[in-house]
C-alpha cells in the first residue's frame, strides 16, 4: 500500500487516496529522466491511423498521470504527477491545446470528481484552467471539501468551436425519494452540466437534472439502478443520473448521456428536455437493430437538418448489471423525423471480447478508423474501416488499472524545458555511456554529445540519431563534463545543461 496525494499537482488542495499499486504491470524506465510510462503491449495487425496515443490511468497504476505514447511503446511525454484524466489533443483559438481535467476523483461505485480543466500549449504551458468556483456546491459528506479549488467533475472537457468547454458537475443535496422507497428527506448526487467560456470562466448555461425531473422522473431509472440502500446520508448519496458526456448541437441545443438511465437527453436552449433516446426501449425513438445501456462518450457527426450520426461506447455493463453483454462502440443514424434509430456500425473485437464495467470512449479517426479506450479494461483498441481491429495496446490488467479516455492525435509538440541528460563512465569498457531525453519534444531526430575534462571545454564527441525517448551514446575514453543539444526542424533552445559524469554505471 501506498499514500498518494491527488492533489499533489493542485496546490492548497488536500486530500488522499490510498491506492494499492499494482507492481506486476511492467513499466519503463529512464536514465535521464524520472518518469515511468507504462509498457505497453502492443498487437499490430494492419495500418493504424498517423498520430499518438494520448491516455490517463489510475486505480493500481504506477504513475497517475497523462501519457503520450507511440505505437511502438515510445513515451513521447508524461504529465505531472496527480488524478488526471480525459487527455488530449482539441482546438482554441484554432490551434492545437491539450486538455486534461486535474483534482480528486472519488472511485466507484460513485465515480465522479471534483476539480479543474487544465489548457496547456504545444509547449506545455498551462495556458487557462477552466473552473467553477462560487456555484455552491456540496461534496460527498465522508470528503473534507475545504480545500477544494473547483467542481468540475473529471467526465467532459469538449471545446467547442466558440472557444467554450462543456464540463459536467455533481452535487450533493436533498430529494424526497419517496417515489421510488427511498427516505423523503434523503440525499440525491445531483448532475449538473455547464457550458463555459475558457478564458473567462463564465458560465453561459448551466442545467441540472433534479431541476428536470418532472421530464425524467427517478422511476424510470429504477430498472436500471434501483435505489437499493442509496440515499440515507450526504456519505452515500443517491447517484441515479450520472451524468458522463455532453456534446453540441449546431443550433445550440445538447445531447447528454446518462450512464444509469441507459440514455441519452437531447436539452433545448431553455433547459427542458426535447427528447430521450433510451437504449434498451427507445424511449421517443424506434430502434432497429440496436440496444445499448451504461453507455459513455455520446459524440454528434454528419448533423443535417433532420439527422445525425451518433457514436457511442456501450458499456452494455456497470456495477448493478455485467458479464452477459460484451462492450462495443457504435454508430447509429438517428432520424429526428421518422423518429427511427438504426445501425450504421459496431465496433468490437471477437478475439478478444470485453466487459467494461465503467468509463471509456469512442473516437471517429480520419479515414473511418475509429479509437477506442475501455476504462475499466486497460486496453486501446483501434479499427479500421472494414471494421477489423489493427491494433490493440494493453497498460495493464482489467479492472487493476483504468483510463477514463484514450484518444489517438497528431502532435507537435515544442517544450520549453531544456533536454535532460544522464551520463556514467562504464569503468570495464572504458566507456562514456550519455543518456539524452526531451519530456514532450517531438521534432528532433538527431542528438549532438559535448564532452570534456572540464566544465568549461567542451567540444563535439558524438553525433546520435535518435531512438526513442531515451538515447544512449556511447562514447571511447573517460569525459568529465557533458551536454547534449536535440537537433530537428524548427528546432531552437535545444541545449542541456552541463552535468559531470558519475563515475560508474
Ligand atoms: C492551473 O492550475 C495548475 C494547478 O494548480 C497550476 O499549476 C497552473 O499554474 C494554473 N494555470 C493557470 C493558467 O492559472
Ligand atoms: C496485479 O494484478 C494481477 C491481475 O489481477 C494479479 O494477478 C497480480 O497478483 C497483481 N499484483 C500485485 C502486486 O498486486
Ligand atoms: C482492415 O484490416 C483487415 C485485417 O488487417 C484487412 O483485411 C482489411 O483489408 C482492412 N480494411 C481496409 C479498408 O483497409
Ligand atoms: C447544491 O445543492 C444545494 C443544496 O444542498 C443548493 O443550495 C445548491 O444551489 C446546489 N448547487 C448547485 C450548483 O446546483
Ligand atoms: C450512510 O448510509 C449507508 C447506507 O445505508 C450506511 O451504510 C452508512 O453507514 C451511512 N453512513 C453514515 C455516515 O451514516
Ligand atoms: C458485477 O455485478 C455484480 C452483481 O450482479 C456485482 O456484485 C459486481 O460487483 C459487479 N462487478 C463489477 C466489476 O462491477
Ligand atoms: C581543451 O580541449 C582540447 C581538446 O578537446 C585541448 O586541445 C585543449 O588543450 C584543452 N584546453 C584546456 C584549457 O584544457
Ligand atoms: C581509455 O580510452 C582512452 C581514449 O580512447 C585512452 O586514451 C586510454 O588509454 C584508455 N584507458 C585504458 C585504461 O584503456
Not at 511502438?72 to 496527480?82: A, T
Not at 423523503?184 to 452540466?193: E, Y
Not at 429504477?222 to 443517491?238: A, C, L, R, T, V
Request: with cysteine.
Amino acid at each position: 500500500m501506498r499514500i498518494f496525494s491527488a492533489f499533489a499537482a493542485l496546490c492548497g488542495l488536500q486530500a488522499t487516496l490510498v491506492v494499492a499499486e499494482n507492481t506486476t504491470w511492467p513499466w519503463q524506465t529512464f536514465k535521464s529522466s524520472p518518469h515511468e510510462p507504462p509498457s505497453l503491449k502492443i498487437s499490430k495487425s494492419g495500418l493504424t491511423s498517423p498520430g499518438y496515443l494520448f491516455f490517463d490511468q489510475s486505480w493500481s497504476a504506477h504513475e497517475y498521470s497523462v501519457f503520450i505514447m507511440s505505437d511502438s511503446n515510445e513515451l513521447v511525454w508524461q504529465g505531472p504527477p496527480g488524478d488526471l484524466k480525459g487527455f488530449r489533443v482539441q482546438k482554441l483559438d484554432g490551434k492545437p491545446v491539450l486538455t486534461f481535467f486535474n483534482g480528486l476523483g472519488v472511485p466507484e461505485p460513485f465515480g465522479w470528481g471534483y476539480g479543474i480543466v487544465q489548457v496547456l500549449d504545444e509547449s506545455y504551458q498551462s495556458i487557462y484552467n477552466v473552473s467553477v468556483i462560487n456555484d455552491n456546491y456540496k461534496a460527498l459528506g465522508s470528503i473534507d471539501s475545504s480545500s477544494f479549488v473547483s467542481w468540475i467533475d473529471m467526465h467532459e472537457n469538449t471545446i467547442t468551436s466558440d472557444g467554450t468547454m462543456l464540463v459536467t458537475g455533481y452535487n450533493v443535496t436533498q430529494a424526497d425519494l419517496s417515489s421510488v422507497g427511498g427516505p423523503k428527506n434523503g440525499w440525491i448526487a445531483d448532475s449538473l452540466f455547464y457550458e463555459i467560456d475558457v478564458k473567462t470562466n463564465e458560465i453561459l448555461f448551466r442545467w441540472s437534472a433534479l431541476d428536470h425531473v418532472d421530464q425524467i422522473p427517478l422511476e424510470h431509472v429504477q430498472p436500471f439502478y434501483p435505489i437499493k440502500d442509496w440515499g440515507h446520508n450526504s456519505s452515500s448519496p443517491y447517484g441515479y443520473f450520472h451524468i458522463n458526456s455532453v456534446d453540441k448541437f449546431q443550433d445550440g441545443t445538447y445531447i447528454i448521456s446518462s450512464r444509469y438511465y441507459c440514455s441519452l437527453f437531447k436539452i433545448a436552449k431553455d433547459g427542458s428536455v426535447d427528447w430521450t433516446l433510451q437504449g434498451q426501449t427507445g424511449g421517443d425513438f424506434e430502434l432497429n437493430e440496436i440496444k445499448f445501456s451504461y453507455q459513455h462518450d455520446a459524440r454528434i457527426h454528419d448533423e443535417t437538418e433532420n439527422a445525425f450520426i451518433l457514436s457511442i461506447f456501450d458499456n452494455a455493463n456497470s456495477d448493478v448489471q455485467n458479464g452477459t453483454d460484451h462492450t462495443e462502440g457504435i454508430f447509429m443514424n438517428v432520424n429526428l423525423l421518422t423518429r427511427e434509430v438504426s445501425l450504421v456500425r459496431t465496433l468490437q473485437d471477437p478475439q478478444d471480447e470485453i466487459f467494461s464495467t465503467s468509463q471509456g470512449n469512442t473516437q471517429l479517426l480520419p479515414e473511418n478508423h475509429v479509437l477506442m479506450g475501455h476504462g475499466s479494461n486497460p486496453k486501446i483498441k483501434e479499427y479500421n474501416a472494414s471494421g477489423s481491429c489493427v491494433m490493440t495496446a494493453q497498460f495493464g490488467f482489467d479492472d487493476v488499472i483504468s483510463s477514463y479516455r484514450s484518444y489517438r492525435s497528431p502532435w507537435v509538440g515544442v517544450p520549453k524545458t531544456l533536454p535532460d541528460v544522464f551520463s556514467c563512465i562504464d569503468q570495464g569498457r572504458n566507456r562514456t555511456n550519455v543518456y539524452m531525453s526531451w519530456n514532450g519534444a517531438t521534432e528532433h531526430k538527431q542528438w549532438k554529445v559535448f564532452g570534456g575534462a572540464t566544465r568549461s571545454n567542451l567540444s563535439s564527441v558524438a553525433v546520435a540519431r535518435k531512438t526513442g525517448f531515451e538515447t544512449l551514446a556511447s562514447i571511447k575514453g573517460k569525459l568529465g563534463y557533458v551536454q547534449v543539444e536535440a537537433h530537428g526542424l524548427g528546432i531552437q533552445k535545444s541545449v542541456s545543461k552541463v552535468v559531470p559524469v558519475q563515475s560508474g554505471c
